[in-house]
T-cell receptor, first 117, second 117 residues
């Protein structure tokens, strides 16, 4: 079956602009995650959705960042008033059902490379 | 707080040889999961192998095996018979999971593996 897909693959924007990044998880996966990966670093957690609700948004750096998953499938990460420090690769992952146990594996998409000029 | 440490920024290995990538972790949880991911230059995070804290045997998946030493809090990845296509970044990660309140992967800084002919 199809894996996690993310669009766009690359996004270049100017400081102060608004951007939306989209994630389409693996069909049937109930959990969805967003991570941010800066150059030379491992991914850092942003937010976790179980179904339509954000179960844990503790990783969002500030209130310029917001994410939604209105129908429990596709998710959009929204960044307002972008800053140069927001430049990174934004990774999305999905998993079958975390409630099934500690071994539930997260499968990642190819990421969106965001560049803020 | 949970933490993953990967002390090898880069490793070289000759084709067909075995290589070990180090990972140590810190957690106060009794039940936890450890994951290894591969990230080629294309950017996608590819799941390789999983080890649960209560698993009595070391995990194996094809040419990948995990040398799990619980008392030392280490979960090293062993790649046997290296191939040129194994050249990539490798990340060790620990799952932080608490019912439906939080579910996230904590990543190390990664090890860049280069396989030469």
């Amino acid at each position: 079956g199809a894996g996690v897909s993310q669009t766009p693959s690359n996004k270049v924007t100017e400081k102060g602009k608004y951007v939306e990044l989209r994630c389409d998880p693996i069909s049937g996966h109930t959990a969805l995650y967003w991570y941010r990966q800066s150059l030379g670093q491992g991914p850092e957690f942003l937010i976790y959705f179980q179904g339509t609700g954000a179960a844990d948004d503790s990783g969002l750096p500030n209130d310029r960042f917001f994410a939604v998953r209105p129908e429990g499938s596709v998710s959009t990460l929204k960044i307002q008033r972008t800053e140069r420090g927001d430049s990174a690769v934004y990774l999305c992952a999905s998993s079958w059902n975390p409630g099934q146990g500690i071994s539930d594996t997260q499968y990642f998409g190819p990421g969106t490379r965001l560049t803020v000029l | 707080a949970q933490k993953i440490t990967q002390t090898q920024p880069g490793m070289f290995v000759q084709e067909k040889e075995a290589v070990t990538l180090d990972c140590t972790y810190d957690t106060s949880d009794q039940s936890y999961g450890l994951f290894w991911y591969k990230q080629p230059s294309s950017g996608e995070m590819i799941f390789l192998i999983y080890q649960g804290s209560y698993d009595e045997q070391n995990a194996t998946e094809g040419r990948y095996s995990l040398n799990f030493q619980k008392a030392r809090k280490s979960a090293n990845l062993v790649i046997s018979a290296s191939q040129l296509g194994d050249s990539a970044m490798y990340f060790c990660a620990m799952r932080e999971f608490s019912s439906y309140n939080t579910d996230k992967l904590i990543f190390g800084t990664g090890t860049r593996l280069q396989v030469f002919p």
